[in-house]
């Protein structure tokens, strides 16, 4: 097979472009390098069977392929506050043109969707069934509203023209190639562990993350392409939940760092809780997190003292 990876430069999408090749596929990475970086292609560019293009998604793009991951897009809110115009053009104007690509092709195409499209919900664990609770015009609507909106081309675009789509909704993932200014909670309390800076924590800290290891998130990725007939949308996560200042104390534990935990205001719209009900994919792909937090934590820390 020969896939097509939008964002194939980014965290998500370089350990994707891994699997695909250690499982023997030709892959064509593209990416416009805002959040993604060659860097993270190192490991395997010079793979016979990969291949990189410099390219934004919100142009049409013509290539052949036998299928199309879409994983185009800042996913950080550092990185889509910073342009949200050109954020929700790449979620919305991307959609459309991959989904060309795909309709031109008759291939299959996943959705790199997202767990924000619940919003800060009312119900835990999120199922994939709930509609949400998101605000449209606040600071991460560009990209809450912007995926919202990406999943509705999709399922438009199988209903009208029969597209075969997959829509995965990917909650909190972290580990090595995470980018050190992204913003994230993991990457962020590593990084200042590491430096022996203050752990900053946004409200008290009794907010809640489900983290699933980047390896266990691909894998399920690759088999949701894999399994024909099913178009979700489908959770994929790891269902243990952890409150942030249990995860900041643990990485300072795991760092052996002296630094201390500094509170800030909570920003606007900040999810309390995040949880996915990830029963549908063992069902559909017998697939579910395997990666403890801990391991995957040693792990992620290697890789930052490694670039450090």
Not at 176 to 202: C, H, K, W
Request: aromatic share 10%; with cysteine; hydrophobic share 35%.
């Amino acid at each position: 097979m020969r896939y097509l990876v939008t964002g194939g430069a980014g965290f998500l999408g370089s350990h994707l472009c891994e699997l695909l090749l250690n499982n023997g596929h030709e892959v064509l990475a593209v990416d416009n390098l805002y959040t993604g970086t060659k860097q993270n292609l190192i490991n395997f560019s010079s793979h016979r069977n990969f291949e990189f293009m410099r390219h934004d998604v919100t142009f049409p793009l013509y290539v052949e392929v036998d299928a199309i991951f879409n994983l185009a897009c800042p996913a950080s809110p550092v990185h889509y506050q910073r342009f949200p115009v050109q954020t929700i053009k790449t979620s919305v104007i991307g959609a459309i043109n991959v989904l060309g690509l795909a309709k031109r092709l008759k291939v299959p195409i996943l959705q790199a969707s997202t767990s924000e499209v619940y919003g800060d919900p009312e119900i835990s664990p999120q199922k994939e069934d709930y509609w949400g609770n998101v605000n449209p015009i606040g600071i991460r609507s560009c990209y809450d509203e912007g995926k919202r909106a990406a999943e509705s081309i999709f399922f438009d675009y199988h209903r009208q023209f029969q597209v075969e789509i997959k829509v995965a909704r990917i909650f909190n993932t972290y580990g090595p190639r995470m980018s050190f200014g992204d913003g994230r909670v993991v990457s962020n309390f590593v990084l200042q562990a590491l430096r022996g800076e203050d752990l900053t924590i946004y409200g008290d800290g009794s907010q809640t993350r489900s983290f699933c290891f980047v390896t266990d998130l691909v894998q399920g990725l690759y088999k949701f392409m894999q399994t024909e007939g099913i178009t979700g949308p489908l959770n994929l996560g790891n269902e243990r939940e952890i409150s942030i200042l249990d995860t900041a104390e643990l990485i300072i534990k795991k760092v052996g760092s002296t630094s201390r935990i500094k509170h800030l205001e909570l920003p606007s719209d900040d999810p309390k809780q995040r949880k996915p009900d990830t029963t549908a994919a063992l069902r559909s792909l017998h697939w579910q997190a395997s990666t403890s937090f801990e391991d995957g934590i040693m792990q992620t820390i290697k890789d930052f003292k490694d670039r450090l």
